[in-house]
């Protein structure tokens, strides 16, 4: 059974598929606790399913090493086979990649390598490609380079804009997230040694 934490930033709606899925007696992960780096409306969730829940305010710190070496201190009292970002909207620091990686994964809303980046639905309608996809990664110390665990293709559809080709890609964001998990505990798949990873 893996020890999940999942890091959110905002309303948190991988999370809470997520932990749907954990009331699963045949699911073989369970989530001990969600962290974020402000009041995130995600805590909602972990409230709904009895989560622990803790708050790491980046803007509590006086750089994002020294918020790194606290969120280090959180992550650490739970112990996490892995380390889930669920929307978080800030980049790790090496500190903490260098602790957790590969153990640390994260879903992207494009088929990298294509469009990495915070702004990866948007760049990919500016682009006009006819489909771009979601990904399932290890994270690293670059920004959306790690490894690629799962990916799918979603297709850019006549009158897309970026928030309806979003809304699209959620769904199969949290379906690969889940599924990606699911391999892992199993023994299906597993996480590159930092030897393979690019």
Known sequence: MLRLVVLISGGGSNLRALLERCEDAEF???????GADRDAAGFAHAEDFGIPAFSVPFTAFPSREAWGEELLVQLEQWAPDLVLLSGLMRLLPAVVVDRWSPRILNTHPAFL???????????????????????VIVVD???????????????????????????????????????????????????PTPEESP
């Open 113 to 135: 390598p294509e469009f990495p980046g915070a702004h990866a639905v948007r760049d990919a309608l500016a682009a006009g490609v006819v489909e771009t996809g979601a990904s």
């Open 28 to 34: 073989p992960a369970r989530v001990v606790a969600v």
């Open 141 to 191: 110390r670059g920004v959306d380079s790690g490894p690629v665990l799962a990916q799918e293709r979603v297709p850019v559809l006549p009158g897309d804009t970026a928030a309806r080709l979003h809304e699209r890609i959620k769904p199969v964001e949290r379906r690969l997230l889940i599924h990606t998990v699911q391999r892992l505990a199993t023994g299906e798949l597993r996480l």
